[in-house]
C-alpha cells in the first residue's frame, strides 16, 4: 500500500496539505455533512477518508425507504421513550427528508411517493383506535395532514398476503434507489471540490492546540478539523452511545407481472420489503438475536435469512414459489436513544453518528447540522 512518506510533492500537496476539515466516512452523513460545509465555506479544502473501495456501513446497504416512522414503531417507542424524543425523532427524519430533496432532484434517484403501509399481522395485538387519533394529532402539527396514517382493511385481498389483517397506509412516504443516491451524492462533493479517497482508514486522532493530527493506515495527515461521521464504527475513535447494529437484507429473482409498488413494514419496523426491479427486496429479523447481530462484521446467518425466508413464503405470497437470488447485510449505529449524536466532542472535533434505523430520512438534516456547528 502506498504510504504518505513515499508521495510526491504534488500528491501531498493536493491530497492531504492544507485541510481545513478532515471527515471520516463517505456514507450519507459523510457527503452531505461535506457538500453543507463547502456551502457554508467556498474556500475550504476539504477531505473525506472512507476505509473501504466503497462505502461499507449502512448507506449503499440499505432498503431505499423514505420513511419516518410507523404506528407499530410508534407505539412501542412511546412506551419506553418520551413523548418529546418521539416527536422530535419524527419530526427530524421528516425534515431531513425534505433537506435531502433540496440537495438532490428527487427524479434523478427514482424517488417515488408510493406511500407505506405498515401491515398488522392476525395474531397481533390491536393498536387502539384512539391511538392512531392521537398519532395523526401530533403528526398533524408536523406533516400538515389531517390522517397521516389512514386504516384499511382489505389488504390481503389487495396484495394477496397471508395473515395479515390490516394495515395503516402512509399517503407521504416513498422509495428511492439508494446506489443512485450516494452515486448523486458523491458526483455533487466531487463538482464542488471536495476530494473523497477510498481504502483510506483513521485508526486514531489527537487533537492539538491549532487543530488535529489523524493517524491513518497509511501514515500521519493534519486537519484543522476532524468531522466523525462513521456511524456503526464510532466507537473505534470516541467513547460515545453508539454501537454496531447488523441488518440482513435479502433480494428475490425477477418475479413475473409482480405489481405491489409500495413499502411495507411489520412487527414494529423490524421488517421490510418493497419491489424494486420487479424483484422484493426483504429485510429484517434483528430482533431474533439482537446479540449475535450486534456486530461491524458484514456476514449473514442462516438464522435470520430462514426468517425472512419465511416471511417471504408465509406473508408475502402465500400462494407462490419465489426464488432467492443473493442476500447482505449492512451496519447500522445505535444506542439507548433514538436520536443521533450531533455535537463538538473537543477542540476542533465533531461527531455526527447513532442514525438508527433511518438514517436516509435523517442523514441529509444530520449534514447540516454538522456544518452549521464547525467554525
Ligand atoms: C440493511 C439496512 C437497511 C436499511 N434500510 C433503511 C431504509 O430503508 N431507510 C432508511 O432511512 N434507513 C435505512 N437504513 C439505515 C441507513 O442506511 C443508515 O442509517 C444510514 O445509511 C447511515 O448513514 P451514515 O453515513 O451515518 O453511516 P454509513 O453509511 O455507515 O457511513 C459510515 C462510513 O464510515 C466508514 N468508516 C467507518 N469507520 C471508518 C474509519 N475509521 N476510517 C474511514 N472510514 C470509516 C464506513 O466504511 C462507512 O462507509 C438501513 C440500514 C441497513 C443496514
Known amino acids: 500500500m502506498l504510504r ?75 412506551k419506553t421513550i418520551s413523548e418529546k424524543e418521539v416527536w422530535d425523532t419524527f419530526h427530524l427524519r421528516y425534515q431531513g427528508l425534505k433537506s435531502l430533496f433540496q440537495l438532490i432532484d428527487p427524479t434523478n434517484i427514482d424517488f417515488q411517493a408510493c406511500g407505506s403501509y405498515d401491515l398488522v399481522k392476525s395474531n397481533e395485538d390491536e393498536i387502539p383506535d384512539d391511538f392512531i387519533d392521537y398519532l395523526n394529532t401530533e403528526s398533524q402539527k408536523i406533516t400538515g395532514l389531517d390522517k397521516t396514517f389512514l386504516k384499511e382493511d382489505n389488504i390481503e385481498d389487495k396484495f394477496g398476503f397471508g395473515g395479515i389483517k390490516h394495515a395503516y397506509f402512509n399517503p407521504i412516504e416513498g422509495s428511492l434507489n439508494t446506489g443512485k443516491l450516494l452515486e448523486q451524492l458523491h458526483q455533487k462533493a466531487i463538482q464542488m471540490g471536495i476530494s473523497i479517497l477510498f481504502g483510506v482508514e483513521c485508526q486514531s486522532f489527537k487533537s492539538e492546540a491549532i487543530g488535529v493530527t489523524l493517524t491513518l493506515n497509511i501514515g500521519t495527515i493534519f ?67 439482537f446479540d449475535g447481530e450486534s456486530t ?69 438534516a444530520v449534514g447540516k447540522q454538522l456544518s452549521e456547528l464547525v467554525k
Request: aromatic letters at 10%; hydrophobic letters at 40%; glycine letters at 10%.
Open 4 to 78: 504518505i512518506d513515499q508521495l510526491s510533492y504534488w500528491e501531498r500537496n493536493t491530497y492531504f496539505e492544507g485541510q481545513e476539515a478532515v471527515i471520516v466516512g463517505a456514507g450519507i452523513v459523510g457527503l452531505t455533512t461535506a457538500i453543507a460545509l463547502k456551502n457554508k465555506y467556498p474556500k475550504w479544502k476539504i477531505l473525506i477518508l472512507e476505509k473501504g473501495y466503497l462505502p461499507s456501513g449502512a448507506s449503499t446497504k440499505n432498503a431505499g425507504f423514505a420513511c419516518f416512522g410507523s404506528p407499530s414503531e410508534l407505539y412501542e417507542d412511546l
Open 223 to 289: 486537519s484543522d478539523n476532524l468531522i466523525i461521521c462513521s456511524n456503526g464504527f464510532a466507537k473505534q475513535l470516541v467513547n460515545e452511545d453508539v454501537v454496531p447494529a447488523r441488518a440482513q437484507v435479502l433480494i428475490t429473482k425477477p418475479i413475473p407481472n409482480l405489481t405491489l409498488n409500495s413499502t411495507f413494514h411489520m412487527d414494529k419496523g423490524y421488517y421490510y420489503f418493497r419491489s424494486i426491479d420487479n424483484r422484493i427486496l426483504l429485510g429484517g429479523g434483528r430482533n431474533l438475536d
Open 296 to 364: 461491524d462484521q458484514l456476514n449473514t446467518t442462516s438464522v435470520i435469512q430462514s426468517a425472512l425466508r419465511n416471511v417471504l413464503e408465509k406473508t408475502i405470497f402465500p400462494h407462490q414459489k419465489i426464488e432467492i437470488d443473493y442476500a447482505w447485510s449492512g451496519i447500522m449505529g445505535i444506542g439507548a436513544s433514538k436520536q443521533p449524536i450531533v455535537k463538538k466532542i473537543e477542540d476542533h472535533v465533531y461527531l455526527g453518528v447513532r442514525m438508527g434505523g433511518m438514517g436516509i430520512a435523517i442523514g441529509a
